[in-house]
């Protein structure tokens, strides 16, 4: 199950407003608002507003409990530019682009890991290091050579 919330023509850059969502993307929702309220960024606010829309439309239209929702993608895009000119010296003018973005929120239901029993590769140990036995017949061989 996937709940979408989106936020469309927002008057900041796409790029300052991905810094913001690059901390909340794959955390659980109370972490991500958490997260949001200590951001000292203005892209805070209105990626929160999104935040809490999507959690409102999952527990609406859902029944889905906060405990159990991640954000499983938060991305933005870019939106129109305003273009607008600024006067410059000797009658002249210079373009001004006022960016705007889009903002996209999808949350998903956690899932539980499965807990993978793995066998250590050939040649290893399963405490993480090389076998004794690969390690002892190199040493006997060093000594061997050195020895001739």
Known sequence: MQITAKAKNIRMSARKVRLVVDVIRGRDVQ??????QQIVRAAALPVRKVLLSALANAQHNFQAEESNLIVQKAYVDQGAQLKRWRPRA?????PIKKHSCHITVVLGEKEEKKSEVRTPAKGWSASGGKSETK?????????????K
């Open 31 to 36: 972490t991500a608002l958490d997260q949001l």
């Open 90 to 94: 000797f009658g002249r003018a210079a």
């Open 135 to 147: 390690s002892k017949n190199k040493k006997e061989k060093t000594t061997k050579e050195s020895k």
